[in-house]
């Protein structure tokens, strides 16, 4: 029942509630940002894209945390969730600065996320540990190309998307030390479908 009350209040908290970071925002030394309008839309939509990716990491943590029987997994699972909320905070504080709203989809996000991380952790804990892998790997690979995406000029995104690159590679690396098993190929292919579907509806809903 505790897990549950938990799982439901990290729902709202992602959802409704103004999300606050452990760390500060990273940002550039010495650089200040001067967008076009142009630019400072394409930085806007890519932000977007990328908090809906951590609205999905609050969700997917939260339920395979809900799934596991094992505490100190379920730690693990917690653990993340809470880094992964600094990301959730950056990226809604740079939607702000840009004038850019959130996802209008987030609640339906949250849900798909939420239902595929059930899965994965009925499936057993080391499925669902392969499952954190796959997902870290997608996204930092996602989170490569926005960088080769974002304005030149965009300090304050550029520096907010390099650390949660190097902060989802960290995270792919200790579920993979702590027992992840390799999906199947099929699986990894229809992670990055439904990773395409909402990346691309993200960027202009």
Known sequence: MDSLINATDNALRTLFAKPRASRPCPTVAGD????????????????RVNHVGEVCAQALYAAQALSTRDPALRQHFIAASEEECDHLAWTRQRLDE????????????YAGAFGLGLVAGRLGDRLSLG?????????????????????????????IVAQMKDDEARHALEATSAGALELPGPVKALMGAAAKVMTTTAHYI
């Open 32 to 47: 200040s940002t001067e967008l076009t309008s142009p630019d400072k839309t394409l930085a806007g939509a890519l932000m």
């Open 131 to 159: 499952f954190v892998v796959e997902t870290e790997r997608q996204v930092e690979a996602h989170l490569a190309a926005h960088l080769e995406k974002l304005p030149q000029g965009d300090h304050e995104s550029r520096a």
């Open 98 to 109: 840009l004038g850019a709203r959130p996802s209008l989809l987030n609640p339906l996000w």
